[in-house]
């Protein structure tokens, strides 16, 4: 009796659950960059919340037992707190502090205590990490030593705005124009009241991700020490400058990019995640190195035989908008443990530091998107289609144990459903995998409208991770497709490089493969297909509707339509031979052939172009508005919509209300066409034909 009550209690919660909605987005909590305390028992991590009313993230510091069911407490109030870092005895917690764009250090007792400021630059500061002694912490920053100097009352001096280029890469996306007069250097400072900092690097390259070594003689950093970079294959190399100041040595004396690394504990080595320089490849696969920390030493590749990219992972929607950090290689023993994705999985795996030997840690259908070991404990940020993020403890067989479940009242009220997994063969025999997201109250008898929708990069991928944008389309009564075609990561260096001097090309027609292989399953109206995208997906959207009219209507973001146009115009260079060989003015009926723009006679399907204003990565001015434009004037049907101040993130950490809006706008302009519903923000102004 007790039974069947509990089973009429579930299915009375679950008939009272709703969709999910766009508007959800203001309610999720995001998890991000746990940081386990040095014997284990504690967890501090940033929580990231949406300020609806003022329209941004707020992220604020928690901490929490490694104890299942121990409930988190607050530490600071934010809005504006990240990056937790333990001193080594686990006393005290240093964290970033952001105010009017400008973050600082400031220091935290565990036992509690109003956080204490121990900065005061003028400029922000980043990648902090504690010395083995407790006493000093290194960061990085931009500030001049003339910046700490106090003016007196009117020695304020003229500071020009005008800007002064001289160099290819002159500005970023989401970080704006560089400034050519300042660079980001080695910094420490004791961790006292009224200590003052000391410059430790100087001159006219930056330098990244700085860390102690262990016994606190030197600290390591990573930085690219050449002069506009993009005219050859330099690579991104390791150094380590002394703790006092000093010469510093270059420790990675070979033609690879080193990503993230970790010294030993007993400091005779480093590990870091590396891409070889040369051959010049449109994706090359990052491998784990291990490398004797002594200068000019040359490194020794573990995974060479190990077809996949190692500290790599799948793409979503919502990964934390704020704080977020990826993981880094971690020392266990004589192994070095990595996240690897693997076929739209990403786990953790343990590889010999002295074999090279891959072995599974954890398995499953998720995303492994951070995590970090202590005192014989580790903690993983996973996610899952289901899952935004929590945080769990990771025992030594690889089972999970959840801590957090940071979305439980909300995930409670609404209808979340697993996507299906679906392999297909291509025309040439390549397995392809898409995902299949469909309504929450699928019935297999009735027809539905499709949504194709292509991922970016070219090279990233798609995969067990969570994914607002799906699961609400889908409760908007579309079917919703999801492949990673030939390009796609996670499937060996050969299926992801295959697409150089291709693109877009064949991997169109494993997109069209993925649609057909559904529709040959039943339950979809084939004169209700829609197809959207983003970045590289922005441009294959474009691709789609001049290669083919199947489709009902498309919602192009953030793409690009002509390629010469992006080769003058994207923050990065194609000056090396990845996508195209040669530059266009060199063969130009390679970028012509290639360019969507090309086609423009033949596209026959309504188009929503969605452009960021402040996008150096895509620029409107080579991909929306140029199609816009074009159509226009053959009066086939195309919307603009523009967001003001956002950049090529606009869809992962864009401000909450631009998110809201831009998937209102993607999905009203598919109902718009497929649904019948009228839209007059899409009709007005316009002359009747």
């Known amino acids: ?48 919340t949406v300020n609806e009313k003022k329209d941004r993230y707020d992220t604020e510091l928690w901490l929490m037992p490694t104890t299942p069911g121990a409930a988190a407490r607050r530490l600071t109030n934010g809005p504006g707190d990240s990056s937790p870092r333990w001193s080594r005895d686990g006393k005290m917690l240093a964290f970033l502090r952001a105010s009017d764009g400008k973050s600082q250090i400031y220091l935290l007792r565990r036992d509690g205590g109003e956080p204490q400021a121990l900065t005061s630059f003028a400029r922000p500061i980043s990648s902090i990490d504690w010395s083995p002694a407790d006493n000093t912490i290194a960061f990085t920053a931009s500030t001049k030593p003339e910046d700490l100097e106090k003016k007196k009352d009117g020695e304020e001096e003229h500071v020009s705005d005008v800007r002064v280029i001289n160099q290819a890469v002159y500005r970023f996306n989401g970080r704006g124009y560089n400034d050519a007069t300042r660079h980001a250097h080695i910094w420490t400072i004791a961790a006292a009241e009224d200590a003052k900092p000391k410059q ?47 010469e510093a040595v270059k420790v990675v004396d070979a033609e690879i990019n080193v990503n993230s690394y970790a010294p030993s504990p007993d400091g005779k080595w480093i590990a870091f995640s590396g891409t070889p320089a040369k051959p010049v490849l449109s994706h090359s696969q990052s491998d784990l190195y291990v490398v004797a920390a002594t200068p000019g030493a040359a490194p020794k590749n573990l995974t060479a035989s190990f077809d996949n990219d190692v500290m790599s992972g799948v793409g979503g929607d919502q990964r934390a908008p704020r704080a977020g950090r990826g993981a880094r ?82 995930f409670d009220e609404v209808k979340l459903t697993e996507p299906d997994e679906l392999w297909l063969t291509s025309f040439d025999g390549k397995k392809i995998e898409t995902w299949v997201q469909k309504p929450p109250d699928f019935d297999p008898a009735k027809k539905y409208p499709l949504i194709l929708n292509i991922h970016g990069g070219p090279h990233s991928a798609y995969g067990y991770t969570f994914d607002h944008e799906f699961q609400w389309m889908a409760a908007k009564g579309y079917v919703v497709v999801y492949p990673n075609p030939r390009g796609s990561t996670s499937y060996g260096q050969e299926f992801a490089n295959v697409i150089q001097y291709h693109y877009p090309g ?143 993130e606009l869809s992962r950490s864009g401000k909450p209300w631009h998110r809201v809006e831009r998937l209102q706008h993607i999905v009203g302009w598919f109902d718009y066409w497929v649904m019948g519903k009228g839209n007059a923000q899409y009709e007005m102004g316009l002359r009747s034909r």
């Not at 999910?20 to 014997?39: G, H, N, R």
């Not at 003689?217 to 002394?242: C, I, K």
């Open 1 to 48: 009796m007790k039974r069947l009550l509990v089973i009429v209690l579930l299915l009375a919660t679950s008939a009272l659950a709703r969709n999910i909605t766009e508007k959800d987005l203001f309610k999720f909590v995001w998890v991000a960059d746990p940081q386990l305390s040095p014997d284990g028992s504690q967890i501090a991590f940033v929580r990231v």
């Open 200 to 246: 430790l690097t100087s001159g006219e390259f930056d330098e990244q991700d700085v860390q102690w070594a262990p016994d606190g003689s030197r600290l390591y950093f990573t930085s690219t020490h050449v002069r506009e970079p993009y005219y050859d294959e330099r690579a991104n190399a390791l150094y380590s400058v002394p703790a006092g100041g000093g």
């Open 329 to 410: 290689p971690t020392w266990s023993g004589n192994a070095v443990i990595v996240t690897v994705a693997e076929e739209g999985r990403v786990n953790l795996k343990r590889i010999d530091a002295a074999s090279g030997r891959v072995e599974a840690w954890t398995n499953g259908k998720q995303d492994i998107q951070s995590f970090d070991m202590a005192g014989g404990k580790t903690v993983a940020l996973l996610s899952t289609p289901t899952m935004i993020g929590d945080l769990f403890l990771v025992g030594s067989d690889g089972a999970f144990t959840r801590l957090t479940n940071v979305n439980a009242k909300l």
């Open 506 to 648: 064949d991997d169109f027609k494993d997109l069209m493969a993925a649609v057909d292989a559904v529709i040959a399953k039943g339950s979809i109206d084939a004169k209700k297909l829609c197809v959207t995208g983003g970045s590289g997906g922005g441009l294959l959207t474009n691709w789609v509707i001049t290669q083919t009219d199947r489709f009902a209507a498309a919602a192009s973001q953030r793409d690009i339509a002509d390629w010469a146009t992006f080769w003058y115009t994207a923050d990065f260079t194609l000056f090396q031979p990845t996508w195209f060989h040669k530059a266009p003015f060199e063969d130009a009926e390679d970028f012509r052939a290639r360019s969507p723009i090309t086609y423009i006679d033949r596209v026959k399907t309504p188009l929503m172009l969605i452009e960021g204003e402040a996008d150096y990565r895509t620029p409107p001015a080579a991909g929306g508005e140029m199609m816009f434009r074009a159509l226009k004037y053959r009066h086939v049907p195309a919307v603009m919509v523009r967001f003001p101040d956002e950049s090529h």
